[in-house]
């Protein structure tokens, strides 16, 4: 009787095999996969979630979260390892539509965090910036809201629809550029002491009394710009989740304004 195919097999094959095979037609597999095969729409996932019993309304939520996830690069550098990081970020689910959620978070925004819109990327997504002139000064003293994201060089809000009556809204909140400020300070506040001690060598002064300066004003610049940072950071992630609270509650919208509750009241 003649040899079949699997007649030339060893009986066993050994794990180095086993491992070599299995790589071999992984990156057979990969070859013969055009990229438009690897892709998916959102209804065949939809319906592979089906098949597999996954819950379409967790999927809906997980392809939110991955459509509004924003790829934050690992800080590295001298900043962030002498200041620590320059980002805030929340999320969460509320009711309503896309255009509904960014209408009011733009009244928000612009009215009660003193804030101008930047760009408007798409449907799904706006930026703001700082108002940096006095109106935006005074107002933001007025309003009380402070500088929790009157600091940021950059406060972005995306909004994606889980179903017809949900959306997943992401804010994040940008403070590379008040680092950057509060470096500076620092270096300046070394310079200055390094003049200082300039001066003191010049006068015949101890080593360690005309070092001293030096010493002192740069450790108490970086500490301070240290800790400036940090509780700009935290106060800007505690801004973004109270806008959250706020717009879960139906309360970022545009204020009410004076004439609008005197029309009320003359309407009643």
């Known amino acids: 009787m003649p040899d079949g195919p699997d007649n030339n097999l060893p ?3 050994d794990r180095a095999a086993v491992d070599r095979v299995l790589a071999r037609a992984a ?3 990969a070859e013969g996969t055009t990229d438009t095969q690897e892709q998916l729409t959102e209804a065949q996932l939809l319906d592979l979630a089906k098949e597999v019993g996954l819950d379409p309304v967790n999927l809906r939520q997980a392809l939110a979260e991955e459509r509004t996830r924003v790829a934050v690069p690992e800080e590295h550098g001298v900043l962030a390892a002498l200041y620590g990081g320059s980002c805030a970020s929340a999320q969460r689910t509320v009711r309503g539509t896309p255009a509904q959620v960014l209408k009011a978070l733009d009244d928000w925004m612009q009215r009660q965090e003193c804030l101008v819109v930047q760009r408007y990327h798409s449907t799904e997504r706006i930026v703001w910036e700082a108002r940096r002139d006095l109106v935006g000064t005074v107002r933001r003293a007025v309003s009380g809201r402070g500088q929790a994201l009157g600091r940021a060089s950059s406060v972005s809000a995306t909004a994606i629809a889980v179903d017809d009556s949900r959306v997943l809204v992401r804010l994040d909140a940008q403070l590379a550029g008040y680092r950057a400020l509060m470096a500076q300070q620092n270096v300046a506040a070394t310079a200055g002491g390094a003049v200082a001690a300039g001066v003191l060598t010049v006068l015949s002064f101890p080593v360690l ?3 001293s300066p030096l010493v002192l004003l ?4 970086f500490a301070t710009g240290r800790a400036s940072q940090r509780r700009s950071v935290e106060r ?3 801004a973004l989740e109270q806008v959250l609270d706020r717009l879960e509650r139906g309360e970022a919208g545009r204020p009410p304004t004076f004439l ?3 029309s009320a009241v003359v309407r009643g």
């Open 11 to 13: 009986a066993k094959i």
């Open 27 to 29: 990156q057979l597999q």
């Open 209 to 211: 009394a005309a070092a």
């Open 218 to 221: 740069s450790a108490a610049a």
């Open 236 to 238: 800007a992630q505690v």
């Open 260 to 262: 609008g509750m005197l």
